[in-house]
Nanobody
Framework: VQLQASGGGLVQAGGSLRLSCAAS????????MGWFRQPPGKEREFVAQ????????SYGDSVKGRFTISRDNAKNTVFLQMHSLKPEDTAVYYC???????????????????WGQGTLVTVSS
């Protein structure tokens, strides 16, 4: 299993970025997928998740209404579209997949087995 995140960078407050995560080594369409982030000096936190059937999404309270998670099963890729970025969104962003297909989605990082390498998002004020 490999997860390759990309799309991070430096952006001014109020700007937008789109993160991508290319997956390989498993049947992507049957797995829930999640995005997490780890701000400097803080613990990893839940950002968003999308169900394996693309029938449901959920978001962390701090990003709700600004971020959108989506997936393209034909390309084995999950996206995180981020708008109205704030300095407090600065973090390393990780995509993640659980250790088994199907099932209910989760928000706890401990429920995810596979992790990408992370992509750094820096929002300047």
């Amino acid at each position: 299993v490999q997860l390759q995140a990309s799309g991070g960078g430096l952006v001014q407050a109020g700007g937008s970025l789109r993160l991508s995560c290319a997956a390989s080594g498993f049947t992507f369409s049957t797995y829930n997928m999640g995005w997490f982030r780890q701000p400097p000096g803080k613990e990893r936190e839940f950002v968003a998740q999308i169900s394996w059937g693309d029938i449901g999404t959920s978001y962390g309270d701090s990003v709700k209404g600004r971020f959108t998670i989506s997936r393209d099963n034909a390309k084995n890729t999950v996206f995180l579209q981020m708008h109205s970025l704030k300095p407090e969104d600065t973090a390393v962003y990780y995509c993640a997949a659980p250790g088994h297909p199907l099932g209910s989605p989760h928000r706890d990082p401990s429920d995810y087995r596979y992790w990408g390498q992370g992509t750094l998002v820096t929002v300047s004020s």
